[in-house]
Each structure stands twice: as structure tokens, then as C-alpha cells.
């Protein structure tokens, strides 16, 4: 496991790309917009990890709740794995609740789970593999 990517929720990606483009020196690889999620992300490498700038694109996407509830800031951790499936069954032997246990498409050529916060330490953790 590697941490693959911080998700962090914004107001406007306009402006928290200008904003992580000064911090980090340099520009958004990728934008791509995942109509499932109710999401537009903005991705940035960072060494080995990556941070993952996400908009909501509608209103009743998890990114405006998160926003109205806790303003913007870090939404989630995503765990890179070698073999999704296994490692579902791992977490949930060991007790970890998932929101959904089907893989879907994430952004960036992933497929992706999530674990509910409420088991892990108020932490919303994704899972993600490199699609085939
Ligand atoms: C682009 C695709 C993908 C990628 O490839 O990287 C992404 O990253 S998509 C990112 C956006 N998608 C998701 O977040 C999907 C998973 N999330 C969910 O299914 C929901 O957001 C949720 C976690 C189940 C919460 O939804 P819901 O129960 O409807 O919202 P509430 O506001 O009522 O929250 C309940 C409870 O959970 C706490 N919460 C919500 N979000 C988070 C969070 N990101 N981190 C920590 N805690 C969170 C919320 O505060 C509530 O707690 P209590 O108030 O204590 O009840
Ligand atoms: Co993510």
C-alpha cells in the first residue's frame, strides 16, 4: 500500500489551481471531470503521491456537503493497492466498514473504493488500483 493521493475539497478550482500551482511550482497535470461522483479534479504529482483538487459539479454532489458542513480542506486519503479485490476482503475480516464494495471508476485510470469515515477514525479512506 502507498499513499496514492490527498482529495481535498474546493470552492472553485479556478482559483485553488492558481493558488496549489504557486505552492507546489508547477501546473495541474490533469483535470478530468468523474460525472458519477459529482466531481471535477485537478491533479498535481508531488513525489510519489499525488493531491487531487476536487469541485463539486452539482449539488448534490459529497464535495458541497462536505463544503457546507466543514468548509474547504483535506477530504480524503487514498491508499494505492495492487489488488483492490483482496484487500476489500482484508479490511472488511478485519472489520472496516465500506460505503460500496464494488470497485467504480475513479479519475486518473482507477477504479476505486471507499471506506466509511465513521470506521475509520473520522478519516474518509479511498482505495484505488490502476486499471488493467
Ligand atoms: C474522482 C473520483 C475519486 C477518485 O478517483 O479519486 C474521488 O476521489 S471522488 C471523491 C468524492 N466522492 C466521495 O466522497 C464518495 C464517498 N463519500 C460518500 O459516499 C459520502 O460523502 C459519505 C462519506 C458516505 C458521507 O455522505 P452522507 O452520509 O450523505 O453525508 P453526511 O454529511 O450526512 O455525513 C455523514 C457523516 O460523515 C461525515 N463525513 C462526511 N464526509 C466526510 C469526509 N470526507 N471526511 C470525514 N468525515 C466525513 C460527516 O461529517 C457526518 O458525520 P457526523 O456529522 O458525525 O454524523
Ligand atoms: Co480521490
Known amino acids: 500500500m502507498k499513499?496514492?493521493?490527498l482529495?481535498?475539497?474546493?470552492?472553485?478550482?479556478g482559483l485553488s489551481d492558481d493558488l496549489f500551482s504557486k505552492l507546489l511550482g508547477k501546473d495541474s497535470y490533469k483535470q478530468e471531470s468523474v460525472e458519477r461522483e459529482g466531481v471535477v479534479t485537478s491533479f498535481y504529482q508531488v513525489?510519489?503521491?499525488?493531491?487531487e483538487l476536487l469541485e463539486a459539479s452539482k449539488e448534490e454532489s459529497p464535495i458541497s456537503k462536505f463544503i457546507e458542513k466543514k468548509g474547504e480542506g483535506i477530504h480524503h486519503?487514498?491508499?494505492?493497492?495492487?489488488d483492490i479485490h483482496s484487500e476489500i476482503e482484508r479490511l472488511?475480516?478485519?472489520?472496516?466498514?465500506?460505503?460500496?464494495?464494488e470497485p467504480k471508476d475513479g479519475a486518473d485510470n482507477k477504479i476505486v473504493v471507499f471506506l466509511h469515515p465513521k470506521s475509520t477514525n473520522g478519516?474518509?479512506?479511498?482505495?484505488?488500483?490502476?486499471?488493467?
Do not use: N, R, Y
Open 3 to 5: 499513499i496514492e493521493h
Open 7 to 13: 482529495g481535498i475539497a474546493v470552492k472553485s478550482l
Open 47 to 51: 513525489g510519489d503521491s499525488k493531491i
Open 77 to 82: 486519503i487514498a491508499f494505492g493497492v495492487d
Open 92 to 101: 472488511k475480516k478485519a472489520g472496516f466498514q465500506f460505503i460500496s464494495e
Open 123 to 132: 478519516v474518509l479512506v479511498e482505495l484505488c488500483q490502476e486499471k488493467a
